[in-house]
């Protein structure tokens, strides 16, 4: 039997401080808190994904094999501009560490801003709107 993959559902990050990850997340992303779970994890939904943090003090297997934080580099897309995710990163304190500046993202061209979360994760917010 021959299947495709459909769409991601969720992923999970590593974080060093699960509190504080959380919370940029919630802050600077706008994403909601779905509870913390067993073994020091938390979720964070947007959309129809989420993102599940883990502490350094989970056990929980299966695990990855490397669960170091910071090691990830996520692109998540918005539906406003690249000057509004400028502002918006800027009001909320946060370094913009590259862009705005055009990228090809799965549905093609796009405009991206990169910044860090708290455990050095790279995260590209992507618009898909004309610069």
């Known amino acids: 039997m021959r299947?495709?993959?459909?769409?991601l559902d969720?992923?999970?990050?590593?974080?060093a401080d699960l509190e504080q990850?959380?919370?940029w997340y919630q802050r600077v992303l706008g994403m909601e808190r779905d509870g913390i779970g067993p073994n020091q994890q938390t979720a964070l939904k947007?959309?129809?994904?989420k993102i599940i943090l883990?502490?350094?003090?989970?056990?929980?297997?299966?695990?990855a094999k490397c669960?170091?934080?910071g090691g990830a580099d996520l692109c998540l897309i918005t539906a406003v501009g690249a000057n509004e995710i400028v502002n918006h990163l800027r009001q909320c304190g946060i370094t913009i560490?590259?862009?705005p500046a055009a990228r090809t993202g799965a549905l093609g061209p796009l405009t991206s801003v990169f910044c860090r979360d708290p455990d050095g994760n790279l995260i590209e917010i992507g618009s898909y709107l004309e610069p």
Do not use: K
Not at 54 to 63: F, I, N, Q
């Open 54 to 63: 883990l502490s350094p003090e989970a056990t929980e297997a299966p695990l």
């Open 46 to 49: 947007f959309g129809g994904q």
């Open 21 to 23: 990850t959380a919370s």
């Open 10 to 15: 969720h992923l999970v990050l590593h974080c």
């Open 3 to 7: 299947f495709t993959i459909d769409r």
């Open 67 to 69: 669960t170091i934080p």
């Open 97 to 99: 560490v590259a862009g």
